[in-house]
Each structure stands twice: as structure tokens, then as C-alpha cells.
């Protein structure tokens, strides 16, 4: 029987993120973000809120549906374009600090060849979630991707997966993965020789070199469309900002994992939610949260 996992304590690394008073917006990192297909926009949109809202320095939305690849005038500070099968060029030509790809990325020929795109950028973290860990989960060519991205460059890909997610990733069920998260974190982590965070009650993180952690913040007011999203802008943005603060991918993600949920407890507390909680109310007060602990 497994043996209950360390409790996740990253939030001290906060004061790391401290701006200095000379800093500028590339101190702060470039993030490009990759999804958005006709018909999910919105998850990309929210993903690149949480970025922008999280301090990146940049935020560019590489966006699958031509009819949302436009300034959005709500959030004008988001830059939007279209993606095309040409990604591995614009990628080439923006000089990313980090990439992250998933939100609303569906399945189609141009979401496979971004996704291939972004495993081949060397380097730099990568933020992989939602139906890109789907499309890897249906194509041995792209777990052998990752894979090998991961041995050329430890520590510098996340997978973030729901248990559904993480049930195809394993070719399980979700009754499985749920039964034995550990164990499942464990052999995610064995299989794709990533950091992995494996959401829900009582998140999971773990990665080759260290055992699983749980972050025992969150309540049930999470269990909504958007909010892992706006974890895998959340992580983006610190992972952004840590290139030149000192944060590796794996501190960002334990920072972004633990803040998010801790805002939505903050929340909660103060009667917003847990029934209609959303995630853009969860952005804002993580932005909050993260300034009061600088």
C-alpha cells in the first residue's frame, strides 16, 4: 500500500517572482499558446488570460479557428493569431520563452502538426494538456516525440491531465487511474519521463527525479469547464517569468498548482461559490494572491 504523498509547499517561491525596478517586459518571459479549434476559442481565451493575469510578458495565442483569430477587445493585451501548418515557422520567428498547447486544440491534421511543432522546439519549458495529451495518447510516433524531447531536455515538459486524460495516456479506464492515483502518476511519469500533474481532489504532482506531492487546497467549485485551462496558463505565465527568476518548470508548476487552488479556496470563503465558481473569477484572485505573497 502506498504511503500518503509529502503535502505540495511552493508558494514561498513566490518572493523569487520580485520585479526589480529596471525590469522589463522581456524579463518577464514570451508564452506562446496553442488550441482554440472552431467551436472551443474560449478555452484558449481563458488559458491566455490566465497568462496575461499571471504576469507574463508576452502572451501570443497561435489560434486554430479562423473565425477567432482576431484582437479580442475585451482583452485587447492578448496577441491573437491564426495558426497554419507553417507553425514550426512562426515558432521559429517568435523565440518563445515557453509553449503551451491544448486548450480547445481538438484533433485534426493542423492541431497533430502544431503539436509536433511544439515537441520539436528545443529547450524550452512546454506545457502540454487536454487534447494534446489525447492526440499523444492515440499516435506511438508522438509518445516516442516526447519521449525523446524528454531525455535531450529533463525537467521541461509538463503533462497536466484529468484522470480521463491520464486513463488513455496509460490505455486504462478511469475507474483505474482513480482507484490508485499514486501509482497512476507513477506510471506517467515512467511512460513519458515528464513532470506530470494529475488533477483532481487532492492534485498530484511527480516527476523521474521526485516522488508524487499532493497540494491539499481546492474544493468541489473547480469541477468546471475552463478551470484546467486556466491552470495551464497559470503555469505557462510563472514558467515565463522563472526563465530569468530562477524557477525551473517543475518549482512553476508545484507555484501555479498550488495558487490556483488556494484562490478558489479564497473564493469560496468569501461566498463566491463553490456552486458557480468560474475560472475567470479564479484568474483574477490568483493574480491577487500571488501580489500579496511577492
Not at 262 to 271: E, P, W
Request: hydrophobic share 45%.
Amino acid at each position: 500500500m502506498n504511503s500518503q504523498p509529502a503535502t505540495l509547499d511552493t508558494l514561498k517561491l513566490i518572493k523569487l517572482l520580485k520585479r526589480e525596478p529596471a525590469e522589463h517586459k522581456g524579463s518577464a518571459g514570451k508564452v506562446v499558446l496553442i488550441g482554440g479549434a472552431p467551436g472551443m476559442a474560449g478555452a484558449l481565451i481563458l488559458a491566455g488570460n490566465a497568462c496575461l493575469h499571471l504576469g507574463a510578458g508576452w502572451t501570443i495565442l497561435d489560434m486554430l479557428d479562423p473565425a477567432s483569430a482576431h484582437a479580442d477587445t475585451g482583452q485587447p493585451e492578448l496577441m491573437i493569431r491564426l495558426a497554419t501548418l507553417d507553425i514550426q515557422v512562426s515558432l521559429a520567428a517568435a523565440k518563445p520563452d515557453v509553449i503551451a498547447i491544448g486548450p480547445g486544440l481538438g484533433k485534426s491534421e493542423l492541431a497533430s502538426c502544431c503539436l509536433h511543432a511544439a515537441l520539436a522546439y528545443p529547450g524550452i519549458p512546454l506545457v502540454i494538456d487536454a487534447d494534446a495529451l489525447n492526440l499523444i495518447s492515440e499516435s506511438p510516433e508522438l509518445l516516442k516525440q516526447l519521449q525523446i524531447r524528454n531525455k535531450q531536455f529533463p525537467g521541461s515538459t509538463v503533462l497536466t491531465p484529468h484522470p480521463g486524460e491520464a486513463a488513455k495516456l496509460l490505455q486504462s479506464t478511469t475507474e483505474e487511474v482513480q482507484s490508485d492515483r499514486v501509482k497512476s502518476i507513477q506510471r506517467l511519469v515512467e511512460l513519458t519521463h515528464s513532470i506530470v500533474v494529475l488533477k483532481g481532489q487532492h492534485t498530484l504532482i511527480a516527476l523521474p527525479e521526485h516522488p508524487p506531492m499532493q497540494c491539499l487546497a481546492g474544493n468541489p467549485g473547480m469541477a468546471t469547464g475552463g478551470m484546467g485551462d486556466a491552470l495551464t496558463g497559470s503555469i505557462a505565465a510563472i514558467a515565463g517569468q522563472g526563465v530569468r527568476h530562477q524557477i525551473n518548470l517543475w518549482q512553476a508548476t508545484g507555484i501555479a498548482v498550488e495558487l490556483h487552488a488556494s484562490a478558489a479556496d479564497s473564493l469560496v470563503k468569501k461566498g463566491v461559490g463553490p456552486i458557480g465558481l468560474t475560472p475567470s473569477e479564479t484568474i483574477l484572485e490568483m493574480r491577487s494572491l500571488l501580489n500579496k505573497l511577492l
